[in-house]
């Protein structure tokens, strides 16, 4: 079944203890993204990665890093998480057509993260 | 950044026609239109895609007038499960660092 997956579902921690929330694809995407979701502010995008080792800010990457050491792989991470990164986060893959334009990105199933 | 606005929410009744329009008025060149269905605790939904004029598939259409500067989202007839919040997408990445941007969305609610 052609899935995009995220681990943890659910995750609570403590200010400035480094996490990693994975995100893995089995449709062979070039491009992958992060979004974290708020009330009030909709989708907002974090980082995203049209290909292998080519990594890209979003629009609100302050406080996270990404890594595409692998097609399917796109973790993101959180160095020293504080409690504004309190939120409802997303990957999302997609294929690249004319290698520009995004096609459908289909979205994983999110990761609820809270930080106190 | 090619910033998007839709109306907040929308009511309608089962059965009706729904039309969602989004603002881009610096829309590039380049960037195609989006739209994605979420529903309470799931990922979006892809519903469809356009670059310009009309863009029609199994379940909505996408009108885009000439200068790009909008596009209009419609469902048929909708129902109950049609409930959902509906994000425009502005955006074509390319290599020279081209975040996407959703539009906070707007919630509709479909009555019986």
């Known amino acids: 079944e052609a899935q995009v997956t995220q681990n943890p579902r659910y995750l609570i921690t403590v200010t400035g203890k480094k996490l990693t929330v994975t995100c893995s694809q089995n449709m062979n995407h070039e491009y992958m993204s992060w979004y974290r979701q708020d009330p009030g502010l909709g989708l907002r995008q974090i980082y995203y990665s049209m290909n292998v080792e080519v990594t890209d800010k979003g629009d609100v990457p302050e406080g996270y890093k990404v890594s595409r050491k692998e097609k399917r792989n796109f973790p993101l991470i959180l160095e020293s998480p504080s409690p504004n990164q309190t939120s409802l986060y997303f990957c999302?893959?997609?294929?690249?057509?004319?290698?520009?334009?995004?096609?459908?990105?289909?979205f994983g199933p999110g990761t609820r993260l809270t930080v106190t | 950044l090619a910033k998007t606005t839709q109306p907040i929410s929308m009511d309608s009744y089962e059965g009706q026609e729904v039309n969602i329009t989004c603002s881009h008025n610096?829309?590039?060149?380049?960037?195609?239109i989006t739209w994605y269905q979420q529903f309470p605790s799931q990922g979006p939904r892809f519903i469809i895609q356009?670059?310009?004029t009309k863009v029609t598939n199994e379940v909505a259409s996408l009108f885009i007038p000439a200068d790009r500067k909008s596009s209009t989202l419609s469902l048929p007839r909708v129902s109950l499960s049609d409930t959902a919040v509906y994000y425009c997408l502005v955006g074509a990445p390319n290599s020279g660092n081209t975040p996407l941007v959703f539009g906070k969305g707007t919630r509709l609610s479909v009555i019986a």
């Open positions: 999302a893959s997609s294929f690249l057509f004319s290698g520009r334009a995004i096609g459908e990105q289909y």
């Open positions: 610096n829309i590039a060149t380049n960037d195609y």
């Open positions: 356009g670059y310009k």
